[in-house]
């Protein structure tokens, strides 16, 4: 893990973080299994008082969406692009697919001195629920129930509010096209908004995010 954190480090531009990540984790996913996470309640006395759950009050929600969303990287673009590539590589896994053609990278100039960084897969989509489940919500993760995925923790897509404000996710599920504009609200948590929604069309497949990135 540190070897790979100071290659990122040492990579000189965008373009060369993009190339490295997408090596090391199409490299990874089919050679390293994926870590796995063990509930172990252990014994608890049936002799109990009354019960006190633990609770995250409502004015820290936006604290600890800042911490887990950007202090928590030392690297925030890293984590980035490794999070959308992970989460690509993934889809892909969902449909049989680990081959380095299924993943679609894009990092273009976008006319404001800044950039525009895409991840398109070619995985099964996600629907309402799912897209809500994972961009709104902490813990929920897809990899749980799939050993061959990358993370587990359900807080990666936080990381993309380490370098930019907003991204635009475009997915396809059930012959219909999502497109969702993905941001943080006024009170600092993530929120997501439906911008479109049609028929797909069909060479329209799997799922795009779009992050645009300040120099």
């Not at 820290?60 to 030392?74: C, N, P, R, V």
Request: net charge negative; hydrophobic share 40%.
């Amino acid at each position: 893990v540190g070897s790979v954190l100071g290659i990122w480090r040492r990579s000189k531009s965008w373009c060369e973080l993009v190339e490295i990540s997408f090596r090391i984790l199409v490299s990874s996913s089919c050679r390293y299994p994926k870590m796995k996470i063990k509930h172990n309640p252990g014994q608890i006395s049936s002799n109990l008082g009354e019960k006190v759950e633990f609770r995250i009050d409502p004015s820290a929600q936006s604290f600890l969406i800042d911490i887990l969303g950007s202090k928590m990287y030392t690297f925030p673009a890293g984590a980035v692009v490794r999070e959308l590539i992970s989460n690509a590589i993934d889809a892909n896994i969902a449909v049989d697919r680990c081959d380095e053609n299924s993943v679609a990278l894009s990092l273009e100039e976008d006319g404001t001195g800044g950039y525009l960084f895409s991840v398109q897969d070619m995985g099964p989509g996600m629907e309402p629920a799912t897209i809500e489940q994972v961009f709104c919500s902490l813990g929920n993760s897809l990899s749980r129930v799939d050993d061959r995925r990358h993370g587990g923790f359900g807080i990666g897509a936080l990381s993309i509010y380490a370098i930019s404000s907003q991204a635009i996710l475009e997915t396809v599920s059930a012959g219909t096209l999502y497109r969702y504009l993905l941001f943080k609200s006024e009170s600092g948590v993530p929120a997501l908004s439906l911008i479109e929604t049609r028929i797909a069309s069909a060479d329209e497949i799997g799922t795009c995010v779009e992050v645009p990135i300040d120099r």
